[in-house]
């Protein structure tokens, strides 16, 4: 990779991290993350309590690209051909039209994502895994850029629907906003006095310009070391006591996507143990599925992955 497209995707990911600041107070480090796995071409999920801010961070981010942005409101009563799309049959010239759903965009805001059927929550799958829909027994293939933003309240649980283990593992990461500093909330209450700060953002990236970001993050080096640090790490969930289903191979490759985006944004062309160790619990903890004496013992995934990483030995 030359050095000025190193450059050009640093400055691609500072342009659209400053813009998204604008609007979230307080939230650097969301954001950072956020961006590491859109880079990547990952999807994610953002999972906290009512009113943090998840749907704003996600509009924040589509409105800084010049991309086409969908949001779906997810209800019980949604069907995967809400989502996908239908054919409709035209009398008059006697064929089947495809009307497409909201699912073929640049970034998708899958709002409440848990408020609906599992059969609803299935549909993305495909999409968030491949790239791709099956409609009416054709495949029809998404943008080159996709991206899924998905919210979900933890704390709600009359009308929703967890996410299965296999929708859960699509999800490239699992970030939590939480609540932002006093004098963080206070700045939200005088950025919102008139207006909301979202009504005066601006695209300040293109399409082209991300796809040269994620490209430029390919190109990112991890050493043999690295990888067998993140298979390790990634391994030890398999066998810690209290889990009863670890962490798949999904995972690894997850995390060495996001580590190589966050080396690039920090000026470097290879990755260092301490990316890896950042990114570890927001890429690995929300896959993992603790056996129930462990969960009522207040083990947590979260901290299953906390314990892995100070045990596990950095290569030198």
């Avoid at 480090?29 to 999920?45: D, N």
């Avoid at 409105?63 to 069907?79: E, G, H, N, Y």
């Avoid at 080096?221 to 030890?236: C, G, P, T």
């Amino acid at each position: 990779m030359q050095a000025s497209e190193h450059t050009a995707a640093r400055e691609t990911y500072r342009k659209i991290a400053a813009n998204v600041e604008k609007v979230m107070q307080g939230q650097a480090a969301s954001i950072r993350r956020l961006m590491a796995a859109f880079a990547t071409g990952g999807h994610v999920l953002l999972e906290d309590f009512p009113g943090t801010g998840k749907t704003t961070l996600a509009k924040a981010l589509a409105r800084s690209i010049d991309a086409q942005f969908k949001r779906v409101q997810f209800t019980p009563d949604l069907l995967p051909s809400d989502i996908l799309g239908v054919s409709i049959f035209h009398q008059r010239d006697q064929v089947f039209c495809f009307h497409a759903g909201p699912v073929f965009t640049n970034i998708l805001l899958a709002d409440e994502i848990n408020r609906a059927s599992p059969r609803t929550q299935s549909a993305l799958l495909e999409a968030m895994g491949e790239g791709q829909v099956s409609v009416d027994g054709e495949h029809r293939n998404l943008a080159e850029l996709f991206f899924v933003v998905a919210t979900q309240n933890p704390v709600e649980f009359r009308g929703t629907y967890p996410l299965p283990e296999a929708q859960m593992d699509r999800f490239a990461m699992l970030i939590s906003l939480g609540y932002v500093k006093p004098e963080d909330e206070v700045a939200i209450l005088s950025a919102q006095a008139r207006e909301h700060p979202l009504d005066r953002l601006t695209a300040c990236a293109s399409i082209t310009d991300v796809l040269a970001l994620k490209r430029a993050v390919r190109e990112v080096r991890v050493s043999e070391e690295l990888k067998r640090y993140i298979v390790d790490l990634v391994a030890a969930t398999r066998a810690t006591p209290g889990v009863q289903l670890g962490a798949s191979p999904r995972a690894s490759l997850a995390l060495t996507k996001a580590a190589q985006a966050l080396a690039l944004f920090e000026g470097l062309d290879f990755v260092a143990p301490e990316q890896i160790q950042e990114l570890a619990v927001p890429v690995i903890a929300h896959r993992l599925v603790m056996e129930p004496q462990a969960r009522f013992s207040g083990l947590t995934t979260r901290g299953v992955v906390e314990e892995i990483i100070k045990k596990k030995p950095v290569p030198a």
